[in-house]
């Protein structure tokens, strides 16, 4: 009979030539298991020894080419599962024998010996394909989830990681502090061993993240730690990590409250070693270590401010790494102290001493650090020649976006002036053959000479070497300025290589798990290739953009452009093998590379350059990809600055999302198919990447702007999205990525609109289209440029406004039916695109014609057409207040109102530009909008109370000249008045009453009338007998009357005027007209028959030669303002023969129901002011004003 103990012992008996896989025969055959073969040897040490040489061999044979790799790994998976099972259970097993207690010891000591060959072998510093090379990566390979599966329910598998992890923290802690501080920038993620982190990754995904912080921490706490170990795991967990910042940061907190709260040095180690090494990933991984020290320390709440004893222990802390610490971080300190009140400022200064007196040790200048705030990056000891060539280079693009010198390089020049003058200028002023046209570069050099920011001497020198460099041709330029240096190429070359491998990587599912450890490497290759170091990861407040002509520098444009290339190519690759939802964090990670201080504002002029200048010339991939660049761009937006860009767009910052809004014009053909093709890819490629997180993150990925386009554009472009949408919308839109010519653009375009998250989308208040944000798009439609055609675009605004908006709620942006609120929103956004910053260019007519505003001709067309409809409105019945016509004054008035403030020059400007827009758009209006009609049967006068309220605050302070109206608002009341008068049932007593009310509420109505009466009494005439054979009504009479006396004082039939007409300031008025008009000797004879008549008329007579005096030196071109001067000396000489009290013209009130009340309604308020300066001569340059001798006072 067959004994498996006996048959072990017989196999024991030749263990030395025992295979491993004749064992795993008989176990998976049920002949004997490894298990009984194990417990059946006494000697536990020849088992282990036995069993680990094995392993070896068997690990070593996997990772060689032969054909039976496949029964070795399957030796191998078979093998580690019983060894983790049996050495890492809960506890044992009772129902088991306790003979088989032994297999435990044994499978702890198995494992454990075959993780530190492998270690030990890393750290030997082992080659390529080597036998200890194979051994490691194949006991490595053994973290993997298959190797576990079938047994992952058990806690064996988590146990034995956690131990793995210990056993690796803890291998030969031979490394002190100090060493850490020093070496810890060689042990980043891309420059460990690709077989450690690789172990890590594996450890990673089988542990939760909080798990493994926790366990390290443990592990610091109670053991010696093998610090490279350590820190490279950091490295390993932020990289891999999706969430790392935030997990580290949080542990980092915990450090430092414990180490603050009771003086506990090895926290505070820990901490910082953490923070530095978790900085060393770039921005992609974690911020900055300058960001994190500033934001730790450099405030109240810091956990350094809670007493003196914390001060002295963060000092003395800081103090103590001085003689190990790199210069970059010495300088973080230096220049982003911690804040410390003033009574212990001494414990920083002797810290600052201290850490100066090392930077001198080591060569190194706090001076020479950059000007743009990034320490010495490039290693732990700068040039500082090299570091100025980044400073001039960056320098010289700030300066080409801006025209302006930079910030920091005037701060340098005054607080860092060593630098400056020792680095920065020798750098900026290397001899070269200078172009004949002034480059960037000899821009900035001569504003720096004519701010006195190069001194003579130097500016000589380098005037004369380029002079030379000159004769000598191009061989005389110094080395060095060469636009493509050859040190660039490796760098940019590896870079490639980088950006490659991912590719490969994304294109092969079973590599995924390696994305992110690449975007380490390719963000270590791109910090090389553009000397960016940790420190750059930190982003600038502001990024400053020319959006009309960016420019970038060839080395900056050619990096720029490969990783826009690859990231384009990354994403068409990814997703040919699968959804955006399921490609992983590649491309968040990869566009936080792209985030770092230097490359951002270099990426951003590189996409203003695509999409604002190339934009039609893309292909449909680069539109694809872009357009995902932007959406993770958005992703990151909390974390980005602001970017500040030229007209046309506002002067204010933008969020990076809101930038992309801007770069995508709508107003032509061409801008219109590349927005609607960016914005389908934006927004479908969000729908689908983040279909299942929080609708927080969609928010900031997407730019409202954006969607309100896409929703513009596809009811614009696609007449099937005008129909009802479907009842049933399809809820899953496939993402398909290959090119896509236009017509499947449009298709896609349709799909997107119709798809049920979209509308859902779009649904939201800050995403639905408005009926104000479709007129502010339409409004940029320039017509002669348009997609449509003019009969197509016609139809297409009959059905926005009067099927779309006009029945759609309020709630949703609509008009609730309301033609009237329609109205007035379309006034609104008219007008707003007359003042926005787009219409400036079009254009220098000073009266700012709508034609002169883009797409504003067909727009206004469309609020005629409602205005018509309004004026086919039943008139109102009686007992009704009737309101047509209000809704006009009520936006001019609120538009007015709000530019009311501001009393600097712009803002008056502004104003006065905003209603020069009211007055034309009134004059493209009916007339008899003025007006608000009489009720049904009454012979009442129309109401004109808006116009004259506005006539009265607005329109009176533009009348310059005679205190009159221009013509054409003039003629425009007047056709409205006999249009409303003659729809009364008396339109005789209408006018009457409107023109009596005149009198009093807006006497500026008669006085242009008597201005334009020549030209406007023909068309009275003519309106007025197409209704009545009989005369004018005799207030418009009356206004003839006043002609007639002003003539008859300048006829020479008469000696004697005769009396005046009432009342008195309307003949003055006339009277005042004729003698402006009138030749200078007839002015003398009619002034001089002034005796005969009225006080008030003499007084109104003077008031508007006072005026008249006014607006002859105010005009530039008013030359004869000698003649006004005679002309109101010798009224007020009349005055003066009948004792006519007229100093009551400078006490107006108006309180005083004629005088005063009338002049009040009659003159710009400047012109009120400045009465008192009428009685002033012009004085000579340099000489005093003084009082016109020629008035007899």
């Known amino acids: 009979m067959f004994s498996r103990v006996s048959f072990c012992r017989e196999l024991w008996k030749i263990q030395n030539s025992l295979l491993l896989e004749a064992v795993w025969h008989l176990h998976v055959q049920n002949i004997v298991s490894l298990q009984e073969l194990l417990e059946s040897q006494a000697d536990v040490q020849a088992v282990v020894a036995w069993l680990f040489r094995n392993l070896r061999l068997l690990c070593e044979h996997i990772e060689a080419p032969c054909p039976h790799a496949d029964i070795g790994r399957a030796v191998l998976t078979d093998t580690v599962r019983l060894l983790v099972l049996s050495g890492f259970q809960k506890g044992v097993d009772l129902r088991r024998s306790v003979k088989l207690e032994q297999t435990p010891q044994v499978a702890a000591a198995v494992l454990g010996r075959m993780l530190t060959f492998a270690l030990e072998a890393l750290a030997g510093g082992m080659k390529e394909e080597s036998p200890e090379h194979r051994t490691a990566r194949g006991w490595f390979s053994t973290f993997s989830g298959h190797t576990y599966r079938g047994i992952i329910s058990t806690d064996s598998p988590k146990r034995f990681f956690f131990h793995t992890l210990t056993q690796i923290l803890t291998h030969k802690p031979v490394l002190k502090v100090s060493d850490a501080v020093q070496m810890q920038r060689e042990w980043s993620f891309a420059r460990s061993h690709p077989l450690l982190t690789g172990l890590y990754r594996r450890l990673l995904v089988a542990l939760s993240p909080e798990e493994l912080v926790s366990h390290m921490q443990e592990v610091l706490e109670t053991c010696e730690v093998n610090w490279q170990h350590v820190l490279s795991c950091v490295s390993a967990m932020v990289v891999c990590l999706p969430d790392a910042q935030q997990l580290v940061t949080g542990w980092v907190a915990r450090l430092l409250a414990r180490a603050f709260g009771s003086c506990d040095l090895d926290s505070m180690v820990t901490a910082f070693l953490v923070v530095r090494q978790a900085a060393l990933e770039g921005p992609s991984a974690f911020l900055s270590y300058a960001d994190w020290f500033q934001a730790s320390f450099s405030s109240t709440r810091g956990p350094h401010g809670s007493s003196k004893r914390a001060l002295v222990f963060l000092f003395k802390f800081l103090s103590d790494l001085v003689p190990f610490e790199a210069p970059r971080y010495l300088q973080v300190h230096i220049l982003h102290p911690p804040l410390v009140p003033s009574r212990y400022r001494s414990l920083l200064t002797d810290y600052v001493s201290l850490a100066r007196t090392r930077l001198a040790d080591l060569k190194v200048s706090i001076e020479n650090t950059g000007l743009y705030g990034a320490p010495l990056s490039a290693g732990d000891v700068a040039e500082p020649h090299s570091q100025a060539s980044q400073d001039v280079e ?7 976006q801006t025209g302006k010198i930079p910030a920091a390089v005037l701060e340098a020049s005054v607080f860092r002036r060593p630098y400056y003058l020792s680095h920065f ?8 053959v200078l172009p004949a046209v002034p480059d960037s570069r000899a821009a900035l050099v001569e504003s720096l000479k004519r701010a006195d920011k190069i001194p003579p001497s130097l500016y000589s020198s380098y005037c004369q070497a380029c002079a030379a460099a000159a004769e000598m041709g191009p061989e005389g330029a110094a080395p060095g300025r060469k636009e493509e240096p050859r040190s660039a190429e490796e760098p940019l070359g590896l870079l490639t290589a980088a950006l490659g491998e991912l590719r490969a ?4 599912p079973t590599q995924h798990d390696g994305l992110l450890a690449q975007m380490a490497v390719i963000s270590e290759r791109l910090g090389a290739t553009l000397g960016l170091g940790e420190d750059d990861s930190s982003v600038e ?9 960016p420019e970038l520098e060839g080395q900056e444009q050619r990096v720029v452009d490969l990783l826009l290339t690859s990231f384009c190519q990354n994403l068409m690759a990814a997703s040919s093998i699968a959804p955006p939802d399921r490609q992983g964090p590649w491309a968040t990670c990869f566009v936080k590379t792209l985030c770092r201080r230097r490359l951002l504002p270099a990426v951003l002029t590189r996409l203003c350059q695509l999409l604002g200048h190339q934009g039609p010339s893309l292909s449909a991939s680069h539109v694809l990809g872009l357009a995902a660049l932007a959406v993770h761009l958005g992703e990151s937006r909390s974390a980005l600055p602001e970017v500040h860009v030229g007209p046309p767009t506002p002067a204010s910052g933008l969020p990076v999302p809101e930038l992309f809004d801007s770069l995508l014009p709508c107003g032509t053909k061409e801008s219109s198919v590349l927005c609607l093709k960016f914005c389908t890819a934006a927004i479908s490629y969000a729908l689908c990447k983040f279909s299942s997180q929080s609708c927080d993150i969609l928010y900031s990925c997407l730019s409202p702007g954006l969607i309100k386009k896409f929703q513009f554009l596809t009811l614009r472009l696609l007449s099937e999205a005008r129909d009802a949408p479907l009842e049933e919308a399809p809820a899953d839109l496939p993402w398909r990525p290959p090119g896509l010519p236009s017509a499947d653009w449009q298709r896609a375009a349709l799909c997107l609109w119709r798809w049920r998250a979209f509308q859902e989308l779009s649904a939201q208040d800050r995403f639905h289209l408005t009926y104000r944000d479709w007129l502010q798009l ?26 779309h908006f006009l029945p759609a709620p309020c709630a949703v942006g609509g008009c609730d039916g309301d033609l009237e609120t329609a109205c007035s929103i379309l006034l609104d956004a008219l007008m707003d695109s007359c003042q926005s910053s787009r219409s400036y260019d079009h254009g220098e007519n000073p009266d700012l014609a709508l034609g002169s505003c883009t797409g504003n001709r067909d727009v206004f067309s469309r609020l005629q057409e409602m205005v018509g409809d309004l004026e086919q409105g039943p008139v109102a019945p009686l007992g009704h207040s009737p309101s047509r016509g209000h809704f006009l004054f009520t936006v001019f008035r609120r538009r007015l109102q709000a530019l009311a403030g501001g009393g600097d020059m712009a803002t008056c400007l502004q104003r006065q530009r905003e209603l020069l827009t009211c007055k034309r758009i009134l004059l493209g209006l009916p007339p008899s909008l003025l007006f608000s009609h009489p009720q049904e049967g009454q012979p009442a006068t129309p109401s004109c109370d808006n116009f004259f309220h ?15 109206l221009t013509h054409d608002i003039t003629v425009h009341f007047f056709r409205g008045l006999l249009n409303a008068c003659l729809r009364s049932s008396d339109p005789a007593l209408a006018a009457d009453l409107t023109l009596t009310a005149c009198q009093t509420q807006c006497p500026l109505v008669l006085t242009s009338a008597l201005l334009w009466w020549p030209h406007l009494e023909p068309e009275l005439h003519c309106r007025w007998r197409k209704w009545s054979q009989g005369p004018l009504p005799p207030e418009l009479q009356r206004l003839q009357e006043a002609q007639r006396f002003a003539r008859s004082l300048l006829s020479l039939d008469t000696d004697v005027a005769s009396p005046a007409p009432g009342p008195a300031w309307v003949s003055a008025a006339g009277l005042h007209l004729a003698v402006r008009r009138a030749r200078k000797e007839d002015t003398v004879r009619v002034l001089s028959k002034l005796d005969g008549q009225r006080e008030e008329l003499l007084v109104f007579l003077f008031a508007f030669s006072l005026m008249g005096l006014l607006s002859a030196h105010l005009s530039p071109q008013a030359a004869d303002s000698r003649r006004a001067l005679d002309t109101c000396a010798e009224i007020l000489g009349c005055l003066q023969r009948r004792r006519v009290p007229w100093p009551r013209l400078f006490q107006l009130t108006e309180a005083d129901a004629g005088l005063g009340r009338t002049l009040l309604l009659l003159a710009p308020d400047q012109h009120i002011r400045l009465l008192p300066a009428a009685f002033y001569r012009s004085p000579s340059r340099g000489a005093r004003p003084r009082l016109c001798c020629q008035w007899p006072l």
């Not at 960056?394 to 080409?400: D, G, L, N």
């Not at 200028?425 to 070269?432: D, G, M």
């Not at 407040?541 to 002509?549: E, K, M, N």
Request: aromatic share 8%; glycine share 0%.
């Open 394 to 400: 960056k320098a010289i693009t700030v300066f080409m």
């Open 425 to 432: 200028l020798p750098a900026l002023l290397t001899p070269r």
């Open 505 to 508: 990587l994304l294109t092969d």
């Open 541 to 549: 407040p502001v990024v400053q953009l020319s959006v009309l002509a």
């Open 778 to 803: 339409e409004l940029e439609i320039q017509p002669e440029a348009d997609l449509l055609s003019d009969t197509e675009r016609w139809d297409f605004h009959q059905w926005a406004l009067h099927q």
């Open 950 to 964: 506005f006539v009265n605050s607005e329109l009176r302070n533009l009348c310059f000249h005679d205190c009159a």
